[in-house]
C-alpha cells in the first residue's frame, strides 16, 4: 500500500513522506507496517506478518507504480489511494471528483462493466489507466511511440476498446515513468487485409483484423495535465453510465 496512518498522530503519510525510524499502522487493520523505502520499487508500506487484511494483499511493482504516478499526473488536485467505495476499494480518487482504476494484469470485459458501474452507482465517474503492456505488450510508452511513428497496429483487449469508445475516444496509457493519453484508430479496409495476412503466423487469439488498432498519443498532454484536471471549464474524458456527470 502506497500510505499509511502516522502512528502518534493518525495523519495519513505517503510512503515517498515516510522516515525509516517511525511507527506507521495500517488504516484498514490498524497494525504497524513497516516503510519500504528501496530505490527498486516505488516507496510504499508492507504488513510485518501474514494477515487477512485486504491491503495485504499482493500488489505487482508496475500497478504500483501506475498508482503512485497519479499524485504527479493529477497536481494539483490531491490524490488519496486505495479509497474503499461500497463493496470494493478503488486504486486513487482525485480531489473527491473522480476515481482512477489502474490495470496492469487482464481483466474481462464483465468485470470492468462492474467494477464502472459500482463506481458510478456511488456517485464518481472513473478514468481507467492502463499498463503499456495491456495495450501494446511493450514495456515502455518510448517502445510503444515507436509503433505509432512506424504505424504498426497492435491487437487490442475487448475491455481497453469498449473503454475507448465509453470513454469518448481516449484512453490513459501509462509505464513506471510516465502517464499519457492515447487515440485507437481502427484500421481501414485495406489495412484489415494486410493484417489478416500478417496475421496467420500469430496465435489465434490477436488474429482477428477488427480487433487491431493504430495508436496516436498526445505526448505533450502531460506537461499541461494539471490545468486539463484542475480546470472547470475543460470536461475530463471519463468513463460514466447513466446520470453521473463529468
Known amino acids: ?6 502512528a502518534q498522530s493518525g ?12 511507527r506507521y499502522v495500517c488504516p484498514e487493520c490498524g497494525k504497524l507496517v513497516n516503510p519500504r523505502l528501496g530505490g527498486r520499487k516505488v516507496p510504499h508500506f508492507a504488513h510485518y506478518s501474514s494477515t487477512l487484511c485486504t491491503l495485504a494483499r499482493p500488489e ?11 499524485r504527479r499526473f493529477f497536481a494539483p488536485l490531491p490524490v488519496i489511494w486505495e479509497v474503499p467505495l461500497g463493496e470494493r476499494r478503488v486504486d486513487a480518487m482525485v480531489g473527491g471528483l473522480f476515481v482512477v482504476e489502474c490495470q496492469a494484469s487482464p481483466l474481462g470485459v464483465q468485470e470492468w462493466q462492474a467494477r464502472t458501474e459500482n463506481h458510478n452507482r456511488l456517485g464518481f465517474p472513473v478514468l481507467w489507466l492502463w499498463d503499456v503492456k ?15 511513428r512506424n504505424q504498426r497496429a497492435v491487437w487490442t483487449a475487448p475491455e481497453i476498446r ?16 510516465t502517464i499519457l493519453p492515447c487515440r485507437l484508430a481502427p484500421l481501414t479496409s485495406g489495412e484489415q487485409m494486410a493484417a489478416k495476412k500478417v496475421g496467420r503466423a500469430w496465435p489465434d487469439a490477436f488474429y482477428w483484423p477488427q480487433a487491431m488498432r493504430k495508436l496516436a498519443f498526445f505526448t505533450d498532454f502531460d506537461k499541461n495535465a494539471r490545468y486539463h484536471f484542475a480546470s472547470r471549464t475543460k470536461k475530463l474524458r471519463l468513463v460514466r453510465f447513466g446520470n453521473v456527470a463529468t
Open 162 to 177: 469498449l473503454c475507448h469508445e465509453e470513454s469518448r475516444g481516449v484512453v490513459f496509457v501509462g509505464d513506471k515513468h
Open 1 to 6: 500500500m502506497l500510505q499509511a496512518l502516522d
Open 60 to 70: 505487482s511493482p508496475r500497478h504500483q507504480a501506475l498508482k503512485w504516478l497519479c
Open 11 to 22: 495523519m495519513t503519510v505517503a510512503g515517498e513522506e515516510a522516515r525509516r525510524d517511525g
Open 134 to 148: 495491456r495495450l501494446c505488450r511493450k514495456n515502455t510508452l518510448d517502445e510503444a511511440l515507436i509503433l505509432e
